[in-house]
């Protein structure tokens, strides 16, 4: 019922900063908690961000001060600004959603993902 599609990835250079999107559609719910998460080729998935229903947001200590996840103007729209870009940021980059429970930063916690977009930074 839910549908996440992420964009904005890109190929940029060290301290380069770009914005990704989530768009959802579908029924999802005001209370759904939205995240980012990460994976890089040869790595597990790794949490980046997320953002409450109440506006609540939390980073993984890789992207803290870097990173900014916040809601945009267009409704069931999150965006994650990345700043200060590193070669270690390189990764597929997926949005998910879900009914919050848990802990956000547990990728298990979320049962809506979208199909990823590729952030790759030159070093």
């Known amino acids: 019922q839910v549908e996440l599609v992420e964009s904005g990835g890109g190929l940029v250079q060290t301290g380069d900063s770009l914005q990704l999107s989530c768009a959802a559609s579908?029924?999802?719910?005001?209370?759904?908690?939205m995240a980012w998460f990460r994976q890089a080729p040869g790595k597990k998935r790794e949490f980046v961000a997320a953002?409450?229903?109440?506006?609540?947001?939390y980073y993984g200590d890789s992207v803290q001060d870097r990173f900014t996840i916040a809601i945009g103007n267009v409704k069931k729209t999150t965006r994650l600004q990345m700043n200060n870009l590193k070669p270690e940021d390189t990764a597929v980059y997926y949005c998910?959603?879900?009914?919050?429970?848990?802990?956000?930063?547990?990728?298990?916690?979320?049962?809506?993902w979208g199909q990823g977009t590729q952030v790759t930074v030159s070093s």
């Open positions: 579908g029924g999802t719910a005001s209370a759904f908690a």
């Open positions: 998910a959603a879900d009914v919050q429970r848990g802990a956000v930063s547990d990728e298990f916690a979320y049962g809506y």
């Open positions: 953002i409450t229903s109440t506006g609540r947001t």
